[in-house]
C-alpha cells in the first residue's frame, strides 16, 4: 500500500480515536472540527479497505491459477474473477486519485453563472439555453 494512503488511515484512526475522547467531546468548536476531518476522509478510507481486500482476492486467485489441483472448469472461473478485480481495481485507484487530489480552498464555494442570449434573435436564445443546460449538467456530474 502506498505511504499516502498509510497516512491517511493513520489520521483517520487518531480521528476516530480523538473523536471518543471526553476533550473533545465537551469542546464543541473542537468536536466540530474533528467530526469534519473525520467525515472527509471516512470515504477515502473505505476505498482503500476496499482496494486492500482486492488486492488479497488477486492474491487468491493467482494462486489458484497457479495450483494445479483446480480443475479447467475452477480456473476458468479464476481467469474472469481475475479479470473483474483487475478492472476493479484500475477503478478504485482512479477515485481513489481524485479523492486523495489536494483540495483547493475555492472548492466549496458557490458560484452563480448568468447566460444571456444576444444579438442573434431565436438563434442565440436556443444557443443559450444548450449553453446553461450543459454547465447545469457538468455541475450535477461533478457533485
Do not use: C, H, W
Not at 117 to 127: I, K, N, Q, S, T
Amino acid at each position: 500500500m502506498k505511504k499516502k494512503y498509510k497516512q491517511i488511515k493513520t489520521k483517520f484512526d487518531q480521528l476516530e480515536e480523538q473523536l471518543q475522547q471526553p476533550e473533545v467531546t465537551n469542546n464543541s468548536e473542537r468536536l466540530q472540527k474533528k467530526s469534519k476531518q473525520y467525515s472527509e476522509l471516512k470515504p477515502i478510507v473505505k476505498k482503500i479497505n476496499e482496494l486492500e481486500q482486492i488486492k488479497t482476492e488477486l492474491q487468491e486467485t493467482e494462486q489458484m491459477l497457479k495450483s494445479e489441483e483446480v480443475g479447467q472448469d475452477m480456473q476458468k472461473m479464476a481467469e474472469e474473477e481475475q479479470k473483474e478485480l483487475k478492472k476493479r481495481k484500475q477503478q478504485l485507484k482512479e477515485e481513489l486519485k481524485s479523492m486523495t487530489r489536494p483540495k483547493s480552498p475555492e472548492d466549496k464555494k458557490n458560484v452563480i453563472v448568468e447566460i444571456r442570449a444576444g444579438a442573434g434573435g431565436d438563434e442565440a436564445a436556443l444557443f443559450a439555453s444548450e449553453l446553461a443546460r450543459m454547465y447545469m449538467r457538468y455541475a450535477e456530474d461533478k457533485d
